[in-house]
Structure formats: C-alpha cells, structure tokens
C-alpha cells in the first residue's frame, strides 16, 4: 500500500423462467466479462481482508497492527488476534488475513509477540500472507536495506517455511524497480528459498502492484501467484471502463493473480448495492467485484481492519483481549462476499464476449415468456440479474 488520498481522510431483479436462466447461460457461458478471456483461473481460495497498522505498514519501526500493542506479550497478541479472527470469519466469512513485517518487526521483542497473530490466525485455518512493506524514510519503492531484509526473510521463513497456511510476499508495491529489475528481485528471493514451494510465494506486480502482466510472462516466476493492487481513486471511469482498466492489467494471469489490496469508503454512507449509482467507487467497486467473481479469482480487501481508515470494512470495539468487530457498511461486505462467491452482492450485469453487451430483458417486458438478448449496455434494470 502507498500513500494517498484514501489513506487520510432502485434496482430490482427480474424474475427469470427456466427458459430464461438457461438462455441467459447459453448467452454468457464460458468467459462472463468483455476483452481477452483470462485462463480459468485457481485462486479463489483467498477469501481475505488486510489487517493493518493505524499509521499504515510504511514504518521505521515495528509495524503494530489495529487493536495490538507494543506491549502485549505473545499470550495477549494471540488472545487479541483470536478475537479479530474470529470477527472477519463471523461477519464477513474470511479465510486469509495479510499481514505487514519490516526489519524491526522480526527478530526482535515485538517478534516474539506478534507470532502470536500469525499463530492465532493458521490455529483457526486461516491462510497468512505475510508482506514486506518498506520504511517511510526513504519510501521510493526499493529494498532499503537488502543485508536486513534478507536477514528477516531468512528468520520469518525458518519459522513458517514449513507451515503451509502461511505464505511470502517479498516486496509490497516495489514501484522503484523497472520491469525486469524487480522481476530480478524476485527471482533472486525465490533462488534464494529453494525451500518454499513457489505456490506459496506472491510476487507483486510492477509499480505499485499494479499490473502483473510482466511477472507473468516470466519464466523464472512460474509457479507463483501474482498479487495485483487496484483502487478506485486512480480514475473517474463508467462501470465498463473500470472493467477494462482492471482486465487490461491482468491479461490472461487470472489463473495465477490474487487481488491482495483493492477497497473503497466504507464510513460514507455508499450504497455498493446500487447498480445504477453514478458514483465512481460504486462503479468501480461493483466492476471489481463483479470481474473477480467472474474469473474464479482470490481477493484480499484493503483494509478489513485498519484505525481511522475510511476504507476499513470492520470497526473495533471492546478493550483488552474483549474484541469484537462491527461493519459499518454491510452493502460493501455484501460486494466483497459476492467477490468471494458468497450471496448475492445485490444485482449484476452479465456481459457476452466477444460482443461486450449485456444481457437484456427485451423493452424491459415483466411477462412470462418475455426474450431475453444482448443489448448495448446502458445501466437499465432490465439489465440488472440477481444470482440466487
């Protein structure tokens, strides 16, 4: 994650007949969305939320997640990650938590607590991505010290190398590297793990993970799953452009990409169930949403717990091991589930390719019978379907 704005600060479905559904397959069948369709992919075990420090993971000193202290012995971080666990399992039904590790982090006092999370999180099945994020006094998207951020891959993976709920992301946003320098970067880290398998290895995309398409393409990094960041804040876009933007950044990696970062305001008052919204993060959340499901891919939601972010998909109550966690936008987890392939997530498009139209309830007839067709989209609610 990398600093920027988002950091500091009446739709009905249609009823269908049998006759319809099986139209509607027919007409959508293989590839759902408009553009090159990705390979079928196999990541979407990673059901997830990022549990982040209140000042953000860029730190020069121990990153401190939401709701844990420096002080807190390793009895009182597992007692309290249980809790936060156990709040993202209940209210939005996640299996993958991603969590932030810098030099100061690991191998030091606040290590021996805060394995305490990461042990809470693999007790309970959860799978762990654990993440480099770089220091804020140099932040320009490069290791900042490669002897101590060897020295803590090395101690992190001594300890996990052999637990397989828990995974390694060598960099996050590695925007200071070109293509093919951070494509060295991350083989070398893997060359230099010979004892990781590499499908437990995430390998960022180029900038600030923003496009995989590079990474992809590289055969030192096959075997590895590719972690894309996409916001909404990049660009003011109609539903349809924010579904080209983010295909456009995957190509044909679906099969191997994981959207570990991805979130929209939470605290605002949106209504992310609203296909008709003008809103960009409605627009852009639902394109996400609706793309990730589509493709079969894992996603990991910016933040599901972060203090004082308006993105955060969870708030937190209680004080110290007596944690719970609330939802203040329950339309936002409604489009992160539909992500995962869970409930309905309110209404969505449904897009033929090649032709990138929508299918279409024809003149927006209620009556049995009615033809459904493709049609230009145009955001009516005879375009709007509901997965039950």
Same mark, same amino acid.
């Given at each position: 994650?990398?600093?920027?704005?988002?950091?500091?600060?009446?739709?009905?479905?249609?009823?269908?007949?049998?006759?319809?559904?099986? @139209?509607?397959?027919?007409?959508?069948?293989?590839?759902?969305?408009?553009?090159? @369709?990705?390979?079928?992919?196999?990541?979407?075990? *990673?059901?997830?939320?990022?549990?982040?420090?209140?000042?953000d #993971?860029?730190?020069?000193?121990?990153?401190?997640?939401?709701?844990?202290?420096?002080?807190?012995?390793?009895?009182?971080?597992?007692?309290?990650?249980?809790a936060?666990?156990?709040? *993202?399992?209940?209210?939005?039904?996640a299996?993958? $938590?991603?969590?932030?590790?810098?030099?100061?982090?690991?191998?030091?006092?606040?290590?021996?607590?805060?394995?305490?999370?990461?042990?809470?999180?693999?007790?309970?099945?959860?799978? $762990?991505?654990?993440a480099?994020?770089? /220091?804020?006094?140099?932040?320009?998207?490069?290791?900042?010290?490669?002897?101590?951020? +060897?020295?803590?891959?090395?101690?992190?993976?001594?300890?996990?190398g052999?637990?397989?709920?828990?995974?390694?992301?060598?960099?996050?946003?590695?925007?200071?590297?070109?293509?093919?320098?951070?494509?060295?970067?991350?083989? /070398?880290?893997? !060359?230099?793990?010979?004892?990781?398998?590499?499908?437990?290895?995430?390998?960022?995309?180029?900038?600030?993970?923003?496009? $995989?398409?590079?990474?992809?393409?590289?055969?030192?990094?096959?075997?590895?799953?590719l972690?894309?960041?996409?916001?909404? *804040?990049?660009? @003011?876009? +109609?539903?349809?452009?924010?579904?080209?933007?983010?295909?456009n950044?995957?190509?044909?990696?679906?099969?191997?990409?994981? $959207?570990?970062?991805? =979130?929209?305001?939470?605290?605002?008052?949106?209504?992310?169930?609203?296909?008709?919204?003008?809103d960009? *993060?409605?627009?852009?959340?639902?394109?996400?949403?609706? +793309?990730?499901?589509?493709?079969?891919?894992?996603?990991?939601?910016?933040?599901?717990?972060?203090? !004082?972010?308006?993105?955060?998909?969870?708030?937190?109550?209680?004080? !110290?091991? #007596?944690?719970?966690?609330?939802?203040?936008?329950?339309?936002?987890?409604?489009?992160?589930?539909?992500?995962?392939?869970? =409930?309905?997530? !309110?209404?969505?498009?449904?897009?033929?390719?090649?032709?990138?139209?929508?299918?279409?309830? #024809?003149?927006?007839?209620?009556? #049995? =019978?009615?033809?459904?067709?493709?049609?230009?989209?145009?955001?009516?609610?005879?375009?709007?379907?509901?997965?039950?």
């Open positions: 994650m990398h600093s920027h704005p988002r950091k500091h600060p009446g739709t009905h479905a249609h009823r269908r007949s049998l006759a319809g559904a099986l @139209t509607a397959l027919a007409v959508v069948s293989a590839g759902v969305l408009a553009g090159a @369709t990705p390979a079928a992919a196999d990541t979407s075990q *990673f059901k997830g939320v990022n549990w982040a420090d209140p000042r #993971n860029y730190a020069d000193d121990p990153v401190i997640p939401s709701g844990l202290s420096a002080s807190d012995s390793y009895a009182t971080v597992k007692a309290k990650a249980d936060i666990l156990t709040g *993202f399992q209940n209210n939005l039904g299996n993958t $938590v991603r969590l932030p590790v810098n030099p100061y982090s690991v191998g030091t006092g606040w290590w021996n607590s805060y394995t305490g999370a990461i042990d809470a999180a693999t007790a309970k099945g959860f799978k $762990v991505v654990l480099y994020w770089e /220091g804020p006094s140099a932040k320009d998207g490069r290791i900042d010290d490669v002897a101590a951020w +060897t020295s803590m891959w090395n101690t992190v993976t001594a300890r996990y052999g637990n397989g709920l828990v995974y390694f992301e060598p960099m996050n946003e590695p925007f200071g590297y070109g293509q093919s320098a951070w494509a060295d970067v991350a083989a /070398g880290w893997i !060359g230099d793990h010979p004892s990781i398998p590499k499908n437990r290895i995430f390998v960022s995309g180029t900038g600030y993970n923003d496009n $995989v398409t590079s990474v992809c393409a590289d055969s030192r990094l096959n075997g590895t799953y972690s894309l960041h996409h916001y909404g *804040f990049w660009g @003011t876009h +109609t539903y349809n452009d924010w579904v080209t933007d983010f295909r950044r995957i190509g044909s990696c679906a099969s191997r990409t994981v $959207v570990d970062e991805m =979130g929209a305001p939470m605290t605002t008052g949106l209504n992310y169930n609203d296909a008709n919204s003008t960009n *993060f409605v627009r852009y959340l639902r394109a996400d949403t609706d +793309t990730i499901r589509s493709l079969g891919m894992g996603a990991i939601y910016w933040p599901g717990l972060r203090g !004082g972010d308006p993105y955060t998909l969870q708030t937190l109550q209680g004080s !110290g091991v #007596n944690l719970t966690l609330s939802t203040p936008n329950s339309s936002g987890v409604d489009r992160i589930r539909y992500a995962w392939g869970s =409930g309905s997530g !309110g209404t969505s498009v449904l897009r033929g390719v090649p032709s990138n139209r929508c299918l279409d309830v #024809n003149q927006a007839r209620t009556a #049995n =019978g009615t033809p459904v067709i493709l049609w230009t989209c145009n955001g009516g609610a005879n375009q709007q379907w509901k997965t039950t």
